[in-house]
């Protein structure tokens, strides 16, 4: 069950975040004033921390899917469906140790200007 409320949740939130990504990139065709602004709004911590929510969201949803396209398509892996999601579980938290230091470093040092 938990595996089916992820992946909806970060589907939904990935989706959000399109939408706003295309709408704020529109603005430069409006405005490029404006979508400099709110570019600018973007430059702090507190997207730095939104930026490693939506790789996780990102990754277990790729991965979680991976898992989905198994369980569809081969007898074996509905039967190690467990399994399996323990696997995107260990895989997420591989790819999200690998990115979340590396990515926090670049965040707080450049608020710092320690780049």
Excluded: C
Excluded at 22 to 50: C, F, Q, W
Excluded at 69 to 79: K, M, S, Y
């Amino acid at each position: 069950m938990w595996s089916w409320v992820l992946h909806r949740i970060t589907g939904v939130a990935i989706f959000f975040f399109l939408l706003v990504h295309i709408l704020d990139t529109a603005l430069i065709r409006v405005s490029p004033e404006a979508y400099d602004a709110v570019i600018g709004t973007y430059k702090n911590p507190v997207m730095g921390l939104g930026e490693v929510a939506l790789v996780g969201a990102i990754a277990y949803h790729a991965f979680n899917g991976l898992r989905i396209i198994l369980v569809d398509f081969w007898p074996w892996a509905t039967r190690h469906q467990r399994q399996l999601w323990w696997g995107v579980l260990g895989l997420w938290v591989v790819t999200m140790a690998g990115f979340t230091p590396r990515h926090l470093i670049n965040v707080f040092s450049a608020v710092t200007g320690s780049h």
